[in-house]
Structures are given as C-alpha cells and as structure tokens.
C-alpha cells in the first residue's frame, strides 16, 4: 500500500472513532445511560454497525473512551482558557467549577451511577475515575500554583475539586448556576488564605 | 366499623407503606433505577400488586416517597446522634458527611439521574429535591449552632453541604472513606474559623 493511502485510511479511522465518541457523549447527555444504546450512537454518528464493532466491542468501551476522550479536550480547553486569567485564583476556581458544570460531568455521572450495579462496566470504569481523578488534581495544582509542600494546601486542592463535583451535581436537575457562583467566590477567597499556607 | 377495627387497618396501611418504601430503597442501591421496577418491589416487600397500586400510582411516586421516607428518618437519627457530640464542629461535620456518603445519597442519586432525561420524573424530583436541600441545609445551621447573621457563615454551611455532596459521589464506585475523612477533618478546622465570622 502506498504511504499517503496508508494515510487516508489513519485519517479516516481517527475521524470515525471522533464521530463515534462525539456521538456517544451527546447520547448520554440527552438519553441517559439506559437511551445510551450502541445502535442509537452508530445511527447518530452516521457509523455503519460493522465500523463501529471494529472500534469498540462492547457499549462499556465505547462510553468509558468517549468520556475519556471528553476529558482530555476538555482539560486542553481549561489550560487554555487559564493562561487568559493570569494566575487570579477566584478566576481560575471559576473556571474548575464551570469546567465540572459541563456536559462532560452529566456524561461521566451517567457512565459512573450505570456502573454502580454493571459489574462488567465497573472494571472499566473504576481504573478510569482513579485516572481522571490523578489527573483533574494535578492539572489544578499547576492551575492554581499550588504549593503541596506547605501545610494544609494539599488538603484545599482537594476541597476545591469535592466541592466543585458537589455543586456540578446540584446542577443537574435545575440550574444553581447562581447559588454556584456565589458558593464558589466565597471558598476561592478562603482557598486563597489556605494557599498561603496559613497552617490550618 | 369499630374504632379498634379501623385502628387496625390503619396501623396495617402504614405498616404496607413502610415495606414498599424500604424495598425500594434496597432495590435502587442493589440493582439501580433500571432495576427497581414495581413487580421487583412488590415481590420484595411481600405486598401484593393491588396493595402496592393503592399506595403509589407509578413507580416515581413510590421511588420518590421511598426517597422522602429514608431521608425524614436518617435526620431523626442523625439528630438523635448530634446530640451525643456536644456542639464538637468536626464531630457535626464528621456525622453530615456520613449521613450523606450512605445509602440514602446513593438511592436519591439513582433517582436524581434518572428524573434527569424522564419529564414525568421529574416533574416529581425537581420540588423533592429543593425540599431536602432546604431541609439539609436548617439542619446543619442547627447542629453547627450556627450564627448566619454573620459576614460569610451562611456560604460555609453551604459549602460544607456541597463537599460532603462531592465527598459522597466520589465513594460510590469504591470506598474513599480514608481521604474522606481526613479532607472532612481539614473542612472542619476552616469551617470552626468561618462560624466564629472571621469575615471573609
């Protein structure tokens, strides 16, 4: 096969598994988990059923790659959008929290209550909640500055990332957008003192 | 009728009410929203069909009753166990985040996500959910003994109730009881300051 064909047919792969995962995530969102079938994404993502089974077996591999997929866009867009903040930590807290807000948090929340009670989706999904754990935690020290070594700012990162998830889930059913930013404004203020390291 | 006669069946009636409404809870936890039908239920609870359609119409009316029912006897409780810790702001803290990483968060949260993309549901959760959220949070302004006249005590109430929030989602694939309680403990330390109005 000649080398731009080999190429072609890469380039078409990759666009396949975006379509797939794309359509995977605005399933969830619209449809929930149980509306989440693979013949509704493939319908959606105007994928052939053969196309699909190629890149992904089972509905658990698809959802957990598409939210995994989400993800990582997601944290490039945060960076982003956190170097026009200039290291303000009200502005960057703001931006967690409406990062946690999003249709990415409404999908994985599907993708995570399902594998409460699917032993099979859990084994997928248990590896990837510690990944993207590991991951959202590092990407707000780098985001906040945070140092970990001074006393008690391990412990506000942490708080920070709880409280958003909290408040993601408050905005599930109505929108708290209000109440959200308020509650957040507040805590950036004390995670700012705690940043610090005042020791507590 | 006779008094007694009357007595009797009404005592029966609420007697069948409670096994539906803890059936379900049980359900929701064991086997999901999509597994809590009404049949599993009733077959549970030892309720016949009939039984079962006099006391809830639908299956939300009786999730979210079965919801509203946990959640009314987990406060008595968590009133009851209040009172053993003597006004301590990380013991109050330590019990609210309990009382929400239980069983109880995790059937409301089932319910939550499914009223999500279901109109009828949630034209059931949407007021089920603003009452217990005021309900939570008089409580905790309660046991906290909390002043919310002062400047910022009113938004540390409601940011400790949206981290054990956070802090409960994040126990529901596997148990995270240790940094729960060692991110709780820390919450609290900043918490006791807030109460005393420190301003911010």
């Known amino acids: 096969m000649a080398p731009e064909t080999r190429q072609r047919q890469a380039d078409r792969s990759r666009e396949t598994r975006r379509k797939l995962m794309e359509a995977t995530v605005a399933c969830l969102v619209e449809l929930g988990w149980s509306g989440t079938t693979t013949t509704v994404v493939a319908e959606r993502a105007g994928v052939s059923r053969g196309a699909q ?7 658990g591999e698809l959802v957990a790659a598409a939210v995994e997929h ?11 959008r956190a170097r026009t903040v200039h290291g303000s930590v009200v502005a960057v807290v703001e931006l967690i929290a409406d990062f946690y807000a999003s249709d990415l948090f409404t999908a994985a929340l599907e993708l995570w209550v399902a594998a409460r009670t699917d032993p099979d989706l859990r084994t997928v999904v248990v590896p990837l909640e510690a990944r993207i754990g590991r991951e959202t935690h590092r990407l707000a020290v780098e985001l906040l500055n945070a140092d970990e070594a001074k006393p008690g700012v391990r412990e506000a990162v942490q708080i920070t990332l709880d409280l958003v998830r909290g408040l993601a889930l408050a905005n599930q059913l109505t929108d708290d957008g209000n109440r959200r930013r308020r509650i957040v404004r507040h805590w950036a203020r004390m995670l700012e003192a705690a940043l610090e390291g005042d020791g507590l």
Chains 1, 2 share one sequence.
């Open 53 to 59: 089974l190629h890149h992904f077996r089972t509905r």
């Open 70 to 80: 989400l993800g990582a866009e997601s944290v490039l867009h945060l960076k982003e």
